[in-house]
């Protein structure tokens, strides 16, 4: 019933965001639909980014915007990437959350006509996420990569490359708690 009305990868996505795979999955009707909801906001962000027009070079620069995105994109390729290997797969499903977010926002922050270094960083951020939730489903990922414009399968792509350097952060913020409250950071 759960596939006929939401579809297969709705079904694998909850399935694999519910909890771990030693533990039995509990059905509920809010967590298909919240898994549907996910399936259909990454549907609208993966055409919006379609929708902007980015060099199809490389730029030599990055503004912070720009680093930004492309910082959240190889932090989530490498969270995933980590915990695919050790079969913790409700661990992605969470990585591609905060991924999926901060694209989200980073789009809403954007102008109507984004300069090509945030363009061209929003783009490999969407190749890379469609890459991410590909194996967990691979229905949506083929439609989306379809809808960024490559001719290939996502299925025949390799996994992306990660560029160490977008890891290091430069700033570290501590909260500073007193007698247990939080008062700044």
């Given at each position: 019933d759960i596939i006929a009305a939401y579809g297969?990868?709705?079904a694998r996505w909850f399935m694999l965001s519910d909890s771990p795979p030693e533990r039995d999955v509990i059905w509920t009707?809010?967590?298909?639909?919240?898994?549907w909801r996910f399936v259909q906001r990454l549907w609208r962000l993966i055409g919006e980014i379609s929708d902007i027009k980015a060099?199809?070079?490389?730029?030599?620069?990055?503004?912070?915007?720009?680093?930004a995105v492309r910082k959240a994109a190889h932090k989530a390729?490498?969270?995933?990437?980590?915990?695919i290997a050790?079969?913790?797969?409700?661990?992605?499903?969470?990585?591609?959350?905060?991924?999926?977010?901060?694209?989200?926002?980073?789009?809403?922050?954007?102008?109507?006509?984004?300069?090509?270094?945030?363009a061209w960083?929003?783009?490999?951020?969407?190749?890379?996420?469609?890459r991410l939730f590909h194996p967990m489903m691979p229905h949506l990922a083929e439609e989306c990569w379809a809808a960024l414009g490559h001719k290939t399968l996502v299925s025949a792509e390799a996994w992306p490359r990660l560029e160490a350097d977008?890891?290091?952060?430069?700033?570290?913020?501590?909260?500073v708690q007193i007698n247990g409250k939080k008062r700044g950071e």
């Open positions: 297969a990868d709705t009707e809010e967590g298909v639909q919240g898994a060099p199809a070079t490389r730029p030599a620069q990055f503004g912070d915007a720009a680093l390729l490498s969270n995933v990437s980590d915990d050790r079969l913790r797969f409700n661990r992605c499903v969470a990585h591609i959350y905060e991924c999926a977010n901060a694209l989200g926002d980073a789009i809403g922050s954007a102008e109507t006509a984004p300069a090509p270094d945030f960083a929003l783009r490999e951020a969407a190749d890379i996420l469609v977008l890891l290091v952060e430069d700033t570290e913020t501590l909260p």
